[in-house]
Nanobody
Framework: QVQLVESGGGLVQAGGSLRLPCIAS????????MGWFRQAPGKEREVVAG????????YYADSVRGRFTISRDNDQSTLYLQMNSLKPEDTAVYYC?????????????????WGQGTQVTVSS
């Protein structure tokens, strides 16, 4: 497993932007796929974006495609989520997750490492 620490959350007005970094430690970051999930109050955790080991393959949920960008810096063992044009419905706790293998995956069962989460609140 890998240890993951997210940061960068906060309160932002609708239309604003935030960038979430996730710093990894404990295993070779560059060998594994990574993902971002979110969970709003009363809702199930859902995938937001995923990326394979080298950043060459990416996935975005329909609700964020065109507004969010997932990226990774393997030299710095850091995963990023750039969030633009934020909407109130993006309000949730955002989690960074490490996959069991190197491919880009999206199902919760395919991840074995999770960060503690960072709160993102978008006001209207």
């Amino acid at each position: 497993q890998v240890q993951l620490v997210e940061s960068g959350g906060g309160l932002v007005q609708a239309g604003g932007s935030l960038r979430l970094p996730c710093i990894a430690s404990g295993r070779s970051f560059s060998r594994y796929g990574m993902g971002w999930f979110r969970q709003a109050p009363g809702k199930e955790r859902e995938v937001v974006a995923g990326v394979n080991w080298n950043g060459g393959t990416k996935y975005y949920a329909d609700s964020v495609r065109g507004r969010f960008t997932i990226s990774r810096d393997n030299d710095q063992s850091t995963l990023y989520l750039q969030m633009n044009s934020l909407k109130p419905e993006d309000t949730a706790v955002y989690y960074c997750a490490g996959a069991r293998g190197s491919f880009m995956v999206t199902r919760i069962s395919e991840f074995d490492s999770w960060g503690q989460g960072t709160q993102v609140t978008v006001s209207s």
